[in-house]
């Protein structure tokens, strides 16, 4: 599943190749990529996934559509935007997907997230607002929040951007720090190509000049100390690309992660070529996940002290322990060595567990 390009971490490799991953420019560690991949195996297995962004338009009459379109490009999880569906479910849309949304008014905004049947372990869904929803789900022990947003237009009042960005802050203010979230959004904002004083949050391959609203969604990665993924991938434009309508081409959906897991993304680009959506096109990374194996803890072995109840081994523990003894009937002063000699006897004559659980 690893190629010599990809899940390489992000804090020794800064620039990106032709091939759209980041190149090497760091520290590379003795023996080259089979022992890194040996190394990451002992850490624990990995889980992929392929997860995306797209804003639908409207979900009527697009259910299997879009299933379709998932299940061809191998999409697990796909965040949805502007919805127009009224109401807060979850409903099958065909071909093993489930889509979980909400919605106040059946004729604008809504969102949604979409999941591969096989990812059913949902232990919670947040519906914030027809603007707001996360998931959480527990892939393989490990934790993952998939959150998808619709930011309000550019003409929108300055109060409606304000509220969108503080309840997209709660949800993120409530993530536990250690697990992994993934924001999929229609930010209805440019980041701009370069970040010049933004590197920390970005890369250099975002479209064009920056809007005000892409300075919020720069921000907002710098509060939450994320990265805009779309960014980080050298790409042609036709694939950076995420809006075309009439002369317009303009990139206002992207896909955000926290930066200590960018290490995790080895791909992230837009999906061409599909026709269920005329304007928007869906953007799709290539994710990792890397579990750690938990450590099977040692039970030790315990002597069965139990059976001194019974007459039979009773006795039969003291003529050993005598004999042991040299068969002196005062203990020596020696108490370590006297306690050694007893547990020893313990064990020849009473046995010991097995160390599974259960009881002895």
Avoid at 88 to 112: E, P, T
Wanted: aromatic residues 6%; positive net charge.
């Amino acid at each position: 599943m690893y190629s010599s390009n990809h899940i390489i971490k992000f804090a020794d490799y800064t620039t990106v190749g032709a091939s759209g991953n980041w190149a090497t420019v760091g520290r590379r560690s003795r023996g080259g990529w089979r022992v890194h991949r040996q190394r990451e195996k002992r850490k624990g297995k990995s889980e992929g996934l392929r997860i995306g962004t797209l804003n639908v338009g409207t979900m009527t009459g697009k259910g299997r559509e879009l299933a379709d379109m998932m299940e061809k490009r191998k999409v697990d999880i796909l965040c949805v935007q502007e919805t127009r569906w009224k109401g807060s479910k979850a409903r099958s849309i065909g071909a093993g997907f489930k889509l979980f949304y909400y919605g106040v008014d059946s004729k604008r905004n809504g969102v949604g997230v979409v999941l591969k049947e096989e990812l059913r372990n949902v232990l919670e869904v947040k519906r914030v607002s027809a603007r707001v929803m996360s998931l959480k789900l527990e892939i393989e022990g490990v934790m993952l929040h998939v959150v998808s947003g619709y930011a309000p237009q550019v003409g929108c009042e300055l109060e409606e951007k304000e509220r969108f960005w503080s309840e997209l802050d709660e949800v993120m203010e409530s993530i536990p720090t250690g697990e992994r979230v993934v924001i999929g959004e229609d930010f209805n904002g440019h980041v701009g190509e370069g970040n010049t004083g933004d590197e920390e949050v970005m890369g250099k391959f975002g479209v064009k000049e920056r809007n005000l609203e892409g300075q919020m969604v720069v921000d907002f990665a710098k509060r939450m100390d994320m990265g805009v993924v779309n960014t980080y991938f050298q790409k042609r434009e036709e694939h950076r690309v995420t809006y075309k309508s009439g002369g317009r081409r303009t990139q206002v959906d992207c896909i955000l992660c926290r930066r200590g897991n960018l290490k995790e993304i080895s791909d992230c680009k837009v999906v061409v070529g599909e026709s269920v959506i005329r304007q928007h096109r869906m953007v799709v990374c290539r994710m990792t996940l890397l579990v750690c194996k938990t450590k099977r803890s040692k039970i030790e072995k315990k002597t069965k002290w139990c059976k001194l109840k019974k007459e039979e081994c009773c006795e039969e523990f003291r003529q050993n322990l005598r004999q042991a003894l040299g068969g002196q009937v005062v203990l020596p002063d020696d108490w370590e060595s006297t306690a050694e000699v007893i547990r020893e006897t313990g064990r020849k004559v009473l046995g010991v567990s097995s160390g599974r659980r259960k009881d002895d």
